[in-house]
């Protein structure tokens, strides 16, 4: 591996964070094309990882510039909160990364509201029966009304951080029965991941677990299990669970087992060898971040060590084989795939795989600015 300062890269990441400022205007990036982002308007789930690299390079530079575009943006997200423009379980992403990080980093009461009627609207999608948030689709679908995903973990802290900033223990008694319901149904056998799962909606009673982006219901989507491994531990830290924790602990284990020496992991751990090879980083700086975390939540020293260690591995290889440098890309991690299943944005840039990216640079440079959890608060 490289000699590599992740000083340096961290402001090198930022720098492209500054130059795609007016590259944006006021659009999103959704999915890379080449070298370049396809925009659109605020009306999809990644929206938030633009603001949300916006905030994280705002947080180490303290340049106005990015406080001002951060800024700037918040009145379209309450625009599509009053107006329900394509809610889903992802309003946790949404909120965490432009609300509560505005309110994390410049205290404005707006944000701070905005945030905390975000969760509102998403807790509006449990199912008291099953005991689940559901993912997609209208409450009354008569489908998704009965699928969680295991993404959704990574929605929970705006439910534990609503029970935070409010008193009121109804946002986190909910993501804790979510957590619980994803540990008890959507962690199989050998520590591996389904990415959705399905009740019956009426009675609550489990059906079975489905993949969406995976190879196969059985293999083991990455993004997917980074999600969980990301999502667990933070899980674990809002409710001070050792289950959740160790629940964490193993599917990293399993994530880490399963990477070839390569480290940039494939977008599916079971594709077969006649399947599409194709990588998917951002599974890689999801997993960087869980660790990162982990490594300051588990008790036993040497433990944290080496998941620190690994996190750093992570974050190294992925600079040396998927950070671009060239001056007139938009994004900053190649090879993140949306849906390789579907062929849609295979090894590309996109919103999440960026954002990750950032942080986990962010943390390693020792610098966490913590959106998530409660490291900041």
């Not at 300062?5 to 890379?32: K, M």
């Not at 609550?204 to 491994?229: M, N, V």
């Not at 079971?270 to 975390?293: L, N, Y």
């Amino acid at each position: 591996m490289q000699d590599i300062s992740i000083e340096a890269t961290l402001q090198q990441a930022i720098e492209q964070v500054r130059i795609n400022i007016p590259r944006f205007g006021d659009q999103y990036p959704h999915n890379g094309d080449g070298k370049v982002y396809v925009l659109r308007d605020n009306d999809h789930w990644m929206t938030s990882f633009w603001v949300g690299e916006l905030w994280l390079s705002y947080a180490i530079s303290q340049d106005e510039t990015f406080r001002r575009e951060a800024e700037r943006r918040l009145p379209s997200f309450e625009y599509r909160l009053t107006h329900r423009i394509h809610e889903d379980h992802d309003l946790g992403f949404l909120y965490t990364l432009s609300a509560r990080a505005e309110w994390q980093l410049t205290h404005d009461p707006v944000a701070r509201q905005l945030a905390i009627t975000a969760a509102d609207h998403l807790i509006e999608r449990f199912h008291p029966k099953g005991e689940y948030i559901q993912a997609w689709g209208a409450l009354n679908d008569p489908v998704e009304g009965g699928r969680m995903i295991v993404d959704c973990l990574m929605n929970l802290p705006l439910l534990f951080w609503a029970s935070h900033e409010t008193g009121d223990p109804k946002y986190a008694e909910i993501a804790a029965k979510h957590a619980r319901t994803t540990r008890r149904y959507q962690v199989r056998e050998g520590d591996t991941t389904y990415h959705t799962f399905f009740f019956n909606q009426d009675t609550g009673e489990p059906i079975g677990g489905k993949t969406a982006q995976g190879y196969a219901d059985d293999s083991l989507w990455t993004r997917g299990q980074a999600w969980a491994i990301y999502g667990f531990a933070l899980a674990a830290e809002w409710m001070n669970d050792r289950e959740m924790l160790d629940t964490s602990i193993r599917l990293a284990e399993r994530f880490w087992a399963e990477l070839s020496s390569d480290l940039v992991p494939l977008w599916d751990f079971r594709v077969p060898p006649d399947g599409p090879q194709k990588r998917d980083s951002s599974a890689g700086a999801i997993t960087a971040c869980g660790m990162f975390k982990l490594a300051t939540l588990v008790s036993d020293s040497a433990l944290a060590a080496s998941f620190r260690e690994r996190a750093e591995k992570l974050t190294l290889r992925l600079t040396e084989a998927c950070f671009e440098t060239a001056p007139d890309a938009q994004g900053l991690l190649r090879d993140s795939s949306y849906n390789v299943k579907n062929g849609n944005a295979v090894e590309q840039f996109m919103p999440f795989g960026d954002y990750y990216y950032l942080e986990s640079l962010v943390t390693m440079a020792g610098k966490p600015i913590d959106f998530w959890g409660k490291a900041s608060l």
